[in-house]
């Protein structure tokens, strides 16, 4: 193999492995935000539930709340604000998006061990471009979804700190 074609391949392999731990990350920001939303939710609904219940406040003591946290205004409001975290988890489906992107994530990772055995193999030069195009052709036919660019960042960090690969597009040879 020569060394254009191996630096070639682990720029692949970077690459992967870099979309690999964006949509790992991207899977657990989600996945936060599922929690987050849901937990206010049933907080802010069981809050609403529990304040017929509890003892009437004197006039006095009441007359000196501020207005936002009398009865007449707090139960609307959050009543409102359930309903938005409601709609929220309905519509935005954290839960799938958090599992589209772990899966993703594994995928990647599979097709970077697919890489592996070719730069690690003694291949003949037709094997070996008979697997290279076999993983750009499956590459290429893999799903993609949207990264944050904080996330796609993260990954991008996590694989630089492995030190394990060649500057980025350096089997680009210098003009």
């Known amino acids: 193999m020569t060394d254009e074609k191996r630096k070639m391949i682990l720029d692949w392999m970077r ?12 899977s657990i920001y989600w ?16 809050l609403i539930a529990c304040s ?17 946290f009398k009865h007449e205004f707090m139960i609307p409001l959050l009543t409102t604000i359930v309903a938005i ?3 929220l988890q309905t519509f935005l489906k954290p839960g ?5 992107h772990r899966k ?9 061990h697919k890489i592996e055995p070719v730069l690690t193999g003694n291949l003949m030069e037709y094997e070996l471009n008979q697997k290279i195009e076999s993983i750009r052709k499956e590459w ?7 990264v944050s660019p904080s996330n796609f960042d993260k990954g ?14 350096g089997f680009l040879p210098n003009q």
């Open 156 to 169: 991008k960090k996590r694989v630089k700190s492995l030190n394990k690969y060649p500057e980025e597009l």
């Open 104 to 112: 993703l994530g594994n995928n990647y990772e599979k097709l970077r």
């Open 15 to 26: 690459k992967i492995h870099q979309l690999e731990y964006a949509n790992i990350y991207q």
């Open 52 to 68: 017929y219940r509890f003892p009437g406040i004197e006039a006095e003591t009441f007359n000196k709340l501020p207005f936002i």
């Open 31 to 46: 996945s936060n935000r599922e929690k987050v939303i849901g937990i206010s939710a049933f907080a802010l609904s069981t």
């Open 96 to 100: 799938e998006k958090s599992e589209a």
């Open 85 to 87: 975290l409601t709609g």
């Open 140 to 146: 290429e036919n893999m799903e993609y979804l949207n």
